[in-house]
């Protein structure tokens, strides 16, 4: 009989939490001990997993003995204090927190695009950022074909990114401004008022006024491609979506290479979708991935501003293909290795 | 006494003749005889100009006679038919349709950016899209500086820029949703659901694959400028927010511009506003722009990807500053003239 494994969700009454439960039944992964985990705060909430009621506890370090796969998504600074107590205890984390992403020792990991390195953990693993996880599927076939130059790439990200406390935010100033449009509006999880608006910052500023958001898609694509030479820039902007993320990324390949060819080796690529054929209106929006693992690639065209350009538009489920479902078929590819 | 003129507005009852109105009052603009005009199915409405209340009239050839300026917002259909019916009766036309903008013989103006061209008018003079408007607004000191050699734009367009009826598509949408989560939405006005969504489509499809409002971007900004040597591309994405656009816009110089001249530059220039603080969390977003004449910058950062790149995210009130403002600024340089 194959082997069980012994599984935490550290983060477990979270959104990307709550969906990590999920795609872990949906994926068939075999668990021994199921143990949802969570902060003081949210502790004693339950959560369902394979039909059975499960009391979430509160995560310490004592709570990762025996545990063998630890799928963390509770904030950086949860995974900093913990991370290390369960790796001593033999159990392997897959961080979906930004905490070890860029750490050396840390392989930072899309399944479908470097696989290779899970090979190389030495007790964690980290996830990337959704941004950067849904981006880098879309674009894997292309950079194997014709290598990547440059992108650059301005996001349209839905609010669940920052958390149920944000999705909240969001409904709850839409309802006041429909009530009353004039409504004063505070805004405390986003920086600013999101309904009815966009937001042009997400996580904070760094030294060179990009924001962390827009620098970790531009360190965690070369990372995950092994690559130092991409250039990147980005502009990661907030909308009042719920869930799902958008992106309009502009690349330079270093060969030549044609939208039927790019067509078809994106069709022929795992968890990839083309929806587009612009003369029936068929392109993907934030609303048609939600809920589903594949990530969605439509608005195909010649870039008709450079040489070897392509544009494209690229709409994925953040909570799925970016966190739960990536850190799951991590966590598949790692008993299998 | 300075000599005063007769104005009519054609579409004087939709978002932007009513601004146009509007800005007529606020510019101080010396009218002698007003007269709002529309199509048959809105002419009897009412509208006010300067305390006195105006029946809007049914638009017909004759309705020009005696008038001097024109200000045109009723769809590029009603352009087509009558400008040519004002301009024969000694009427100037500033249409803010897309019908005559690329006309070789007809000037595509921003005041601020190319008040020249005005005088090669032979009796219509075309207000740019309002995308392509705010955005050359922002770009002409840069460009005068040191020369523009490429553009990646991104934009987040209000539903306002597809007029009254997708304002209140909109809002229908949010609210059938805020009520049932699970509503079935169908979408009259803009593609497809913009409430919670976002939408890469605006304006037809052309055989490039680029949207009609994408190449208006790249053709208008090129007239504007009268040089074709500017490389442009851009993905345009209708947002659920009711008026104000916001665009990513990357740009390559000619040759080096530190950011503290291009801040200085933008600073100085006319209706333009740097909010641009990071560190205090200060940056444009649309709902800081509406009803004002500024087009606002902030994110102005030098662009990690590339040489001579600045990244900078422009936000204006579509309705005025792509709009009704402009086509009134142009109407008082031509009266100047």
Not at 96 to 105: A, E, G, K, L, V
Not at 293 to 304: H, K
Not at 307 to 321: A, F, K
């Amino acid at each position: 009989m194959a082997k069980k494994y012994n599984v935490c969700i550290l983060g477990a009454t979270g959104m990307v939490g709550r969906q990590m439960i999920k795609v872990l039944d949906e994926q068939d992964f075999p668990v021994n001990r199921f143990l949802p985990l969570a902060s003081h705060r949210t502790a004693g909430q339950k959560v369902v997993f394979k039909d059975r009621e499960y009391v979430v506890e509160e995560a310490k370090p004592e709570s990762f003995e025996g545990m063998e796969i630890g799928l963390f998504s509770a904030g950086a600074k949860v995974s900093k204090a913990l991370a290390p107590e369960a790796v001593k205890r033999g159990c392997v984390v897959i961080d979906n927190t930004s905490q070890f992403r860029m750490d050396p020792n840390v392989p930072l990991v899309v399944p479908e695009v470097n696989p290779e390195a899970i090979k190389r953990h030495k007790g964690i693993i980290a996830n990337p950022n959704c941004s950067t996880a849904q981006m880098v599927i879309a674009l894997k076939p292309i950079y194997d074909a014709v290598g990547i130059e440059r992108l650059v790439i301005s996001t349209y990200q839905s609010v669940s990114g920052w958390g149920k406390e944000a999705v909240a935010e969001m409904y709850d100033q839409v309802k006041a401004l429909i009530k009353d449009p004039k409504a004063k509006i505070e805004a405390k999880y986003i920086f600013k008022q999101i309904a009815f608006n966009v937001v042009p910052q997400i996580d904070v500023f760094v030294d060179n006024a990009y924001t962390k958001e827009e620098m970790k898609m531009v360190n965690e694509t070369r990372k995950i491609f092994e690559d130092d030479s991409i250039k990147v820039t980005a502009t990661c902007v907030r909308v009042p979506v719920a869930i799902g993320h958008a992106e309009a990324v502009n690349i330079k390949t270093k060969k030549k290479i044609s939208l039927d060819k790019v067509r078809e080796l994106l069709s022929k690529f795992p968890t990839v979708k083309v929806v587009d054929n612009p003369k029936r209106g068929e392109y993907p929006t934030p609303i048609d991935c939600e809920g589903i693992d594949d990530t969605l690639v439509g608005r195909i065209r010649e870039d008709i501003s450079q040489e070897n350009g392509i544009e494209m538009w690229i709409v994925s489920d953040n909570l799925r293909r970016g966190a739960a479902l990536n850190a799951v078929l991590i966590a598949k590819q790692l008993i299998n290795n």
